[in-house]
């Protein structure tokens, strides 16, 4: 049971570039996120998808884009990095219904660099 | 809109002593809440969660937390801790009525020392 994967586990990137982190669950899981982890403010929440082709923004959604074309597959795309998007990215999801005592589970991260 | 706060950054304690980590909240309603810990390099494991019911939740590791509404806390608890036990731990919320945010504290690094 592979659970929730991410990928790349590291990636450095440079400032204007596009990148995106990869996010898979093998639970058919209605609802997933993506969050971010910096130091000082814990795990912030930057878009979250309720099913497929349902897609809406967290806290801190500027400069990213999501989509979610099937229930398995919730990519993050950094439309143009920017220094400030180094961060460690966290992927999960949360079923099987999604309903809000359920427990959230989370991916291995991916850690990124932006120069 | 709903908030953890975990008031102590680090906590150390001795390997064989009882060890909590401090989590308040705030919410509109009854609350759902989390503890997760992290290790390094690794993502958040779950360890346990409070819907409704008894108090005292006991979950994984030997953990458990205790549910006070009167205090909006729900402080991590373990009778005897382990070096093994060293991580980042992560209190969060989730507002009944919100349905959908969990909302995370800025997390606490638990170093057991023996």
């Known amino acids: 049971d592979a659970g929730i994967t991410q990928s790349p586990r590291y990636k450095i990137t440079e400032t204007g570039r596009q990148v995106t982190l990869m996010c898979h669950q093998t639970?058919?899981?209605?609802?997933m996120f993506w969050y971010r982890q910096d130091l000082g403010h814990g795990l912030r929440l930057i878009y979250y998808?309720?099913?497929?082709?349902?897609?809406d923004k967290g806290e801190v959604p500027d400069g990213y884009v999501v989509s979610r074309s099937k229930t398995e597959n919730f990519p993050l795309t950094l439309e143009s990095a920017t220094r400030s998007q180094t961060s460690v990215y966290f992927c999960?999801?949360?079923?099987?219904?999604?309903?809000?005592?359920?427990?959230?589970?989370f991916g291995p991260g991916t850690r990124l660099l932006v120069l | 809109a709903q908030s953890v706060a975990q008031p102590e950054d680090q906590v150390n304690v001795a390997e064989g002593n009882p060890l909590t980590v401090k989590c308040t909240y705030s919410?509109?309603?009854?609350?759902?809440l989390f503890w997760y810990v992290q290790y390094p390099n690794r993502g958040l494991q779950f360890l346990l969660k409070?819907?409704?019911?008894?108090?005292l939740v006991k979950g994984s590791y030997g953990f458990e937390a205790e549910f006070n509404k009167s205090q909006t806390s729900f402080h991590l608890k373990k009778p005897s801790a382990l070096v093994s036990d060293s991580a980042l731990y992560f209190c969060?919320?989730?507002?009944?009525?919100?349905?959908?945010?969990?909302?995370f504290g800025t997390g606490t690094q638990l170093k057991v020392e023996l």
């Open positions: 999960a999801s949360r079923g099987p219904s999604g309903g809000p005592g359920e427990t959230q589970y």
């Open positions: 639970w058919s899981h209605s609802y």
């Open positions: 998808s309720a099913a497929a082709d349902i897609t």
């Open positions: 919410v509109s309603g009854n609350p759902y």
């Open positions: 409070y819907i409704t019911g008894d108090n």
């Open positions: 969060a919320v989730r507002d009944r009525g919100g349905g959908n945010k969990l909302t």
